[in-house]
């Protein structure tokens, strides 16, 4: 059974940073590309940013290139989303999801499995 499982969602001020988490189990983690994407209230689910298998390689959308920086860890199986200069805008529920790889990072149909999301509130 694979698990993703977000954490590190909160309520911050605008100009202000937290840092998501992306726990992963039941596969071999370091094999997979990870995503993160983001569902604002009324919006469509939307591509935030992207990193391949061994982090090499990294996708960001232009509206948090700058602000937003993914990592991982293969060994703890785990996938982050730093996030500075936060911005009303950004609120949503934020998702991590697992790729076995794909021409579209941004694309949701690459991905498989997907988590259950944690809220980030961005206040003015």
């Known amino acids: 059974q694979v698990q993703l499982v977000e954490s590190g969602g909160g309520l911050v001020q605008a100009g202000g940073s937290l840092r998501l988490s992306c726990a992963v189990s039941?596969?071999?983690?370091?094999?997979?590309?990870m995503g993160w994407f983001r569902q604002a209230p009324g919006k469509e689910r939307e591509f935030v940013s992207g990193i391949s298998w061994s982090a090499g390689s990294q996708y960001y959308a232009y509206y948090v290139k700058g602000r937003f920086t993914m990592s991982r860890d293969n060994a703890k199986k785990t996938v982050y989303l730093q996030m500075n200069s936060l911005k009303p805008e950004d609120t949503a529920v934020y998702y991590c999801?697992?790729?076995?790889?794909?021409?579209?990072?941004?694309?949701?149909?690459?991905?498989?499995?997907w988590g259950q999301g944690t809220q980030v509130t961005v206040s003015s």
């Open positions: 999801a697992s790729t076995s790889g794909g021409a579209r990072w941004s694309a949701e149909y690459e991905y498989d499995y």
């Open positions: 039941g596969r071999t983690f370091s094999s997979y590309g």
